[in-house]
């Protein structure tokens, strides 16, 4: 007959177990543990390049404003103009006939002016004359009405009235006329170079171009100073402002690397393209730098005393951007408005202040107003 085997335990490892296992089942997790960072101010790390291309700061596709035969061209191509300086000008004949004989009728709007106004002091004269000798009786009233009072009222409306709007008349025809012969001149712009000549004298002008991308009879440009034209990303745009210094590689012209000034930053996105115009003017004092020309501009942002926050603070949920903020022990969900980014820290537009503690680390998963511990604390 077999007999049963007894295992017999210490009692302290069966003790041991038990008290293990009531631990076990009482154990209770603590908060979620995170991260933080201050929120300061600062400058973005952050010098971006875009190519684009010069630009005149003026140019003028010229046409004369009437029809006519060209009798002289004033200009080439290369001259430097001055601006109101004469570069072509039409056949003007008509229009000189015309100013002419505006001019003749002024004269004598004005002569008659003067004669009605001799005439006018003269009935003046004798219509007292007549209220004196009517007073006395010494003429009927008749007589007072028929050679004093309408004489020097009939005067009275010519000189004061007929004559100053036969003046006026005058005036304006003149005025018509010197604007059209005015048209038959044409003068520059502004300062600037004649950088294209299409018409010889003997040559018809059409007038006003009737569709655009008519040719032109000349054109000038101002190229002191020129601008860079570029279109920088929604992400850099925030960083830039006029009056802010850009580097400007012009390969064509030279090989040094030249300092421009941003003149403009537009304050939309084109809707075609979702960027940003942004304009650098240059100095061009010896004209090496020409309209067309390929330009790198590298901008250096001016983010500095703006409010920056880490990147790995910032949750994107959908069309909603937010921050988590360590405050009071408890995890506090903000909506922020963001700007330009380095890549490592981002502006903030709104939403934030400084010296507030964002979480960086451990956000997942959190829930508004949870409590939370902070790494290290």
Known sequence: MKKARVLIFPLAAVLALVLAGCGAANTVAGPPVVETAVVARGRLSNSASV?????????????????????AVNVNVGTAVTKGQVLLTLDSNAQT???????????TARAGEQADEVVYNTDKANYLRGEALLAQGAISQYVFDNQYQLPYQAADVKYKQVDPAALQTAEAGLQSAQAAYNDTIMTAPFDGIITARNID????????????????????????????VVNVSGNQVNGLKVGQKAQVAVTGATDRVLTGTISHVAPAANPNTKTYLVEVTLPNPDGSLKPGMFAGVTFNEDTAGYLLVPNQAVVRQGAETTVWVFKDGKAEQRTVQLGATDGRKTVVDSGLQAGDQVIVNGQQGLTPDEQVTVKGS
């Open 201 to 228: 004298p003997g040559g018809m002008s059409g007038g006003p171009p009737a569709a655009p991308g008519a040719t032109p009879l000349l054109v000038e440009v101002q190229l002191d100073p020129v601008y860079a």
């Open 51 to 71: 190519g684009g291309r010069l630009a005149a700061v003026h140019y003028a596709d010229l046409f004369t404003m009437v029809a006519g035969r060209v009798t």
């Open 97 to 107: 006939a015309a100013l002419n004989t505006a001019k003749a009728a002024i004269a």
